[in-house]
């Protein structure tokens, strides 16, 4: 089965023509094998004498070489005429031949611009029509035709006229020319229910803008709350670099983060922790079994060790990056970005740089200092940066967000951009000298979960202690539900090993940067409250999408209140 993009679960048909179009895509999918991939309503733009052109063609198909068939899928029966192939829309004629040729022009004047000259074909697909061999026009032959008798097997007519293709590195390139053409892009983190996976390019989102910024010191800094798209905008980034034949990396500090990163982020881009990069260059990786190097423990004397090699290393070595995004840089030191920079092309020998127009280089720092949780590291001054700050959260439910703002978690306020107005926090207080009360009210909150209709695999329970100091991380079992959780040992492709259960549990540090439809956040318990913990407080509850639970201690509770009655 051909893989298909978007998932085909998010997919909705709005109207009697798109229930036709997503047939077809359904029976391409199935009839296709999985060498193939198919994109649905991809973005197309033109520049015409008579003024641009813009429009989405239905269905791409890419095989393995990187070669494309365009599919326009038009329901109901064409009118074969001098002129052209008509088709009738609420009693006005539209020049449907002359549509999809401005669509063809569209994409390959798109492909040239990125260097891609693949090979390109155009059908349109006519499900529930039936065309004669004489019908065509001059423009449109009938070859590029499809009616409903080529429908009935379309899996193999488009086999049979775009091939299978070999394996190259071109198709990647492609690839990531057509996800940057979809007008929903990928949200790297899970949402559902009635909040899809997808969603719309926002016109001044950062994503759409920060890329055309040009920075004479080749360094954007992006400080952007929690929800603001920032790793969107990475995403987007490592896309374009590898369109453009650029040599990308993505450096983050969480071991989870990078983790996930790399399962939707380009093969040939490099994405990694900044400890994993050190560890790579250090005598003790080098001399370690394949056993021992699968250890999540790494000492603090050996992890400082990797990184004084790795800055002895990139002392003499070249710069090897067009394009370094430095990701959580909120959680860096002054001493690991400087070990970084040494590695960007544009940074170390600027008059290499390339020019504007193909791809982006240089050096993007993400941060957001309100979810910086450590309390040894300072905001890094970086005065020849330009600087991006968007306080805009297109993730949190509005509701939420206003319950963020009114304890004051975040100064100054964060914006709430989401389509969802969501609902208040349910908060759970339990005694706290009694451990098995905070066991009752995290089952409590679980099953509130599930009684809204989330499934066991919308849920992640977030616990606020460490991976020692946690209860709840002891046993396998929360409630009646058997968990999964990171074992602390990774496999042979140094993958994190999981135990095996249905309902996610991970402390708030290893889940930052992530997010779930349904947030369980407990464990909480302090004698006071600080900066750290109002820090803790946010990443967490930035985590939903949809529902948040918080289990706390009746004395944090009180804390809680006094802090809102101050405001």
Not at 214 to 230: D, E, L, M, N, W
Request: charged share 25%; net charge negative.
């Amino acid at each position: 089965m051909a893989k298909v993009t978007p998932p085909l679960h998010t997919i909705k048909a709005m109207s009697p023509g798109q229930y036709t179009e997503i047939g077809v895509l359904e029976k391409l999918a199935m009839e296709l094998p999985d060498t193939f991939e198919l994109f649905h309503s991809v973005d197309w733009s033109q520049a015409r004498p008579a003024g641009d052109g813009h429009g989405e063609i239905d269905i791409i198909v890419l095989n393995q070489s990187g070669d494309l068939a365009l599919l326009e899928v038009k329901a109901g029966s064409l009118k074969f005429l001098d002129q052209g192939m008509f088709k009738d829309y609420g009693g006005n004629q539209r020049n449907v031949g002359k549509q999809v040729q401005w669509q063809f022009q569209g994409i390959q004047q798109r492909l040239r611009a990125a260097g891609l000259g693949v090979r390109l074909m155009h059908f349109l697909v006519l499900p529930d029509a039936t065309v004669s061999s004489e019908a065509g026009t001059i423009g449109f032959p009938r070859e590029r035709l499809l009616d409903s008798t080529d429908c009935q097997a379309l899996g193999g007519v488009i086999l049979s006229r775009l091939g299978s293709g070999q394996p190259n590195a071109v198709r990647e390139r492609v690839h990531a020319f057509l996800i940057n053409r979809l007008r929903c892009k990928v949200e790297v983190t899970t949402l559902a229910g009635n909040l899809q996976s997808w969603t719309r390019f926002l016109s001044e989102g950062l994503t759409l803008w920060v890329p055309r910024i040009q920075a004479p010191s080749h360094i954007v800094r992006i400080q952007g709350t929690a929800g603001s798209g920032k790793t969107q905008l990475a995403l987007g980034l490592l896309q374009q670099a590898v369109v453009h034949g650029k040599r990308a990396a993505y450096v983050c500090f969480n071991r989870p983060l990078a983790d996930h990163m790399r399962d939707i982020a380009p093969a040939r881009c490099e994405v990694l922790t900044f400890h994993q990069l050190s560890w790579q260059h250090s005598s003790e990786h080098r001399s370690t079994s394949s056993t021992e190097d699968r250890r999540s423990e790494v000492s603090a004397a050996d992890l400082q060790r990797a990184i004084d090699q790795y800055r002895d290393h990139m002392e003499s070595a070249t710069a090897d990056l067009d394009l370094l995004i430095v990701d959580e840089l909120q959680d860096f030191t002054e001493d690991w970005l400087q070990i970084l920079v040494r590695r960007v092309r544009a940074l170390e020998s600027p008059e290499n740089s390339g020019t504007q127009g193909q791809g982006p280089e240089g050096l993007y720092l993400l941060d957001d200092p309100d979810q910086c949780l450590y309390l040894d590291r300072a905001e890094l001054d970086i005065s020849d940066a330009v600087v991006v700050t968007c306080r805009d959260n297109h993730r949190s439910p509005r509701r939420l967000v206003d319950v963020i703002n009114h304890l004051q978690l975040v100064q100054p306020p964060i914006t709430a951009r989401s389509p969802q107005e969501g609902e208040l926090p349910e908060f759970r207080a339990w005694k706290f000298d009694s451990p098995d009360a905070m066991n009752t009210r995290t089952a409590d909150a679980i099953q509130s979960c599930l009684d809204k209709g989330f499934s066991i695999n919308q849920i992640a329970v977030l616990t606020w202690r460490g991976l020692e100091r946690s209860q709840l991380l002891k046993s396998d079992q929360l409630g009646k539900w058997k968990v999964t959780r990171f074992t602390g040992q990774y496999d042979q492709h140094q993958r994190p090993i999981y135990t095996e259960g249905d309902l996610r549990l991970e402390t708030l540090r290893r889940f930052k940067g992530q997010s779930a439809p349904a947030i369980v956040l407990t464990e909480i318990d302090e004698e006071t409250w600080t900066d750290l913990h109002r820090r803790m407080l946010f990443v967490g509850m930035t985590r939903a999408t949809l529902h948040l639970e918080i289990v706390l201690s009746d004395r944090v509770e009180k804390l809680l209140m006094h802090q809102a009655l101050q405001v």
